[in-house]
């Protein structure tokens, strides 16, 4: 069982800049792949970043690639995205999730994920 704690969202304008933190409890967090989703109201959920578990191989969905970056610290069970240059159509509440299986196998639905956290709401006005 792993459980996640998303924090970092706000309110910025558009060009700015925010830093997403995920804190995992329990479970090995380090063998874990974890991947940021967002969703805004009346949407499916959407994929936006994974990092494998040793944060050797990162993924990113096409609309953020060059502006947003995702990591982790195994360390302090924590992983990050990091979002720059952010535009109003990334307005959206944030997810955090992980992927406990040990094959590293590239998901981009949320079907591929074991554990969520509850979601941190991003708002960037233009």
């Keep these: 069982q792993v459980q996640l704690v998303e924090s970092g969202g706000g309110?910025?304008?558009?060009?700015?800049?925010?830093?997403?933190?995920?804190a995992a409890f329990?479970?090995?967090?380090?063998?874990?792949?974890?991947?940021?989703?967002r969703q805004v109201p009346g949407k499916e959920r959407e994929f936006?970043?994974?990092?494998?578990?040793?944060?050797?191989?990162?993924?990113?969905?096409d609309s953020v690639k060059g502006r947003f970056?995702?990591?982790k610290d195994n360390a302090k069970s924590t992983g990050?995205?990091?979002?720059?240059?952010?535009?109003?159509?990334?307005?959206a509440v944030y997810y955090c999730a992980a992927?406990?299986?040990?094959y590293d196998v590239f998901y981009t639905s949320p079907s591929g994920y074991d554990y969520w956290?509850?979601?941190t709401q991003v708002t960037v006005s233009s």
């Design 11 to 22: 309110s910025v304008q558009a060009g700015g800049s925010l830093r997403l933190s995920c």
């Design 26 to 37: 329990g479970r090995a967090f380090s063998s874990s792949h974890m991947a940021w989703f």
């Design 48 to 61: 936006v970043a994974r990092i494998t578990w040793s944060g050797g191989g990162t993924s990113y969905a």
């Design 69 to 71: 970056t995702i990591s």
């Design 80 to 91: 990050y995205l990091q979002m720059n240059s952010l535009k109003p159509e990334d307005t």
């Design 99 to 102: 992927d406990a299986s040990p």
């Design 117 to 119: 956290g509850q979601g």
